[in-house]
């Protein structure tokens, strides 16, 4: 099976960003049921085959660098969240699409024969005159 064109890995970049914008309301995290024990002797749940006290469901989601942010759900918005994050795994799936079909287009793409990049030949990098300062240190 031959590679696909130019216009056809376009066709398909843009079918992926009309995906994204049918996505609708996601968010990140999960969704966990617990229950626990609430420790005194005399409750129900202190009794050995006792689940405890529950079903209590928690969003969580990673909030930056070792940090996890959570909230109890209440009972009427659990579905809803859920549906939420499960529509982030197809957003972040979508996203992950799209880069490999962006890095086809690239490679595919023909080159304009310099690199951007690149200074011209002859000129010499340095600073521009806005970059100086304009008052100098006391």
């Not at 049918?22 to 617990?34: C, K, T």
């Not at 996203?95 to 002859?122: F, H, M, Y």
């Amino acid at each position: 099976m031959s590679e696909p064109s130019l216009p056809e890995l376009e066709a398909e970049r843009d079918r992926l960003f009309a995906v994204l914008a049918s996505l609708g309301d996601f968010r990140r995290g999960s969704v966990s049921e617990n229950y626990r024990k609430c420790g005194k002797p005399n409750c129900a749940c202190a009794q050995p085959d006792h689940p405890g006290h529950g079903p209590r469901f928690l969003w969580t989601r990673s909030a930056g660098r070792r940090k996890t942010v959570g909230r109890q759900l209440a009972a009427g918005e659990v579905a809803k969240v859920r549906r939420e994050v499960a529509r982030h795994a197809e957003f972040a799936s979508a996203v992950e699409q799209v880069v490999e079909v962006n890095e086809k287009i690239c490679e595919a793409r023909p080159s304009a024969g310099t690199d951007a990049l690149s200074a011209p030949e002859g000129e010499k990098g340095g600073s521009s005159p806005r970059s100086r300062r304009r008052n100098p240190p006391r």
